[in-house]
């Protein structure tokens, strides 16, 4: 079973370039998130999604921006890329049928902004 | 809004030794959910154990269980003879049932646990 999938797995940007973060995910999951991991922090929220078309902003969305058009993708753009977005981008994916549901993380892109 | 508090940024335990790692949180929702997630060197988010704030009784999944303290807000995960595998950042993570928080996991700054032979 493939899960969470997230590419690409490392991508190094040079300031002011665009790239988008893809995650898709085979569970039938209705729940998709984004979030960024600094250094020595736990994960931060940046957006999250409750099913196809609906998206609303989490903790730090300023910077990134996202769609949902299907319920398996959920990507993530940054649009002109700066030194403060450097970190590890975790997307993850749950079911909201029972409250005791875990989020499923993917394994993560580790992005540098030089 | 939610809080979680993870006191012990580096924990060391010898093999086949019990651990505890620490994990307060604050929180005006009612009803909330408490997670547990495994981060090994390589980097992915595992996730361990789960305790409902209306369980009756502490959660247990193989060699993990919690220690869950309703009244003194703490969540504690206890890993019982721990293994090197161990070895790996541990973060403790909350979700409130109600309004925005509950679409989001509040994480806490994690906790590293190195496992000695």
């Known amino acids: 079973n493939a899960g969470v999938t997230q590419t690409p797995k490392f991508r190094i940007l040079k300031i002011g370039q665009s790239m988008t973060l893809q995650c898709t995910q085979d569970?039938?999951?209705?729940?998709m998130y984004w979030y960024r991991q600094d250094p020595g922090m736990g994960l931060k929220l940046i957006y999250y999604s409750v099913g196809a078309g609906i998206t609303d902003k989490g903790e730090v969305p300023n910077g990134y921006n996202v769609s949902r058009s299907t319920t398996e993708d959920f990507p993530l753009r940054l649009e002109l890329a700066a030194p403060s977005q450097t970190s590890v981008y975790f997307c993850?994916?749950?079911?909201?049928?029972?409250?005791?549901?875990?989020?499923?993380f993917g394994d993560g892109t580790r992005l540098s902004i030089l | 809004a939610q809080k979680i508090t993870q006191t012990q940024p580096g924990m060391f335990v010898q093999e086949k030794e019990a651990v505890t790692l620490d994990c307060t949180y604050d929180t005006s929702d009612q009803s909330y959910g408490l997670f547990w997630y495994k981060q090994p060197s390589s980097g992915e988010m595992i996730f361990l154990i789960y305790q409902g704030s209306y369980d009756e009784q502490n959660a247990t999944e193989g060699r993990y269980s919690l220690n869950f303290q309703k009244a003194r807000k703490s969540a504690n995960l206890v890993i019982s003879a721990s293994q090197l595998g161990d070895s790996a950042m541990y973060f403790c993570a909350m979700r409130g049932f109600s309004g925005a928080g509950s679409y989001q996991l509040t994480f806490g700054k994690g906790t590293k646990l190195s496992v000695i032979p």
């Open positions: 993850a994916s749950s079911y909201w049928g029972q409250s005791n549901q875990p989020q499923h």
């Open positions: 569970m039938n999951h209705n729940y």
